[in-house]
């Protein structure tokens, strides 16, 4: 079975810096696209891309909301992927998830929630003024 655990979250002041981590297991690592989406509070619908990596070339995408102050990394190895989170704004508030694609084109595709087979549970982070 696939399995993905997100952990990380907590309670963060605006403009601080957090790190999160998913680990996964039952899964061919190298050939998945990675990638972490959040939903916000009273968006139970919704879940939003915040980027996903090429496992196995490690492509990257950002969207605008998070480009500059986001940077996702993996570690083949571990089978583990990171959402660094920096200069945090109360707006990235929310439940955060990470999710992979089987086919390795989420990255190409903008890191849409709908390309995404796998779901972990999600971690929250909280930012605080």
């Known amino acids: 079975d696939v399995q993905l655990q997100a952990s990380g979250g907590g309670l963060v002041q605006a403009g601080g810096s957090l790190r999160l981590s998913c680990v996964a297991s039952g899964l061919n690592f190298d050939d998945y696209d990675i990638g972490w989406f959040r939903q916000a509070p009273g968006k139970e619908r919704e879940r939003d891309g915040v980027s996903c990596i090429s496992m196995g070339d490690g492509r990257t995408y950002y969207p605008d909301s998070v480009k500059g102050r986001f940077t996702i990394s993996r570690d083949n190895a571990k089978n583990t992927v990171y959402l660094e989170m920096n200069s945090l704004k109360l707006e990235d508030t929310a439940v955060y998830y990470c999710?992979?694609?089987?086919?390795?084109?989420?990255?190409?595709?903008?890191?849409?929630?709908?390309?995404?087979?796998?779901w972990g549970k999600g971690t929250l982070v909280t930012v605080s003024s």
């Open positions: 999710a992979a694609e089987e086919i390795g084109r989420a990255v190409t595709w903008l890191c849409p929630d709908y390309a995404m087979s796998y």
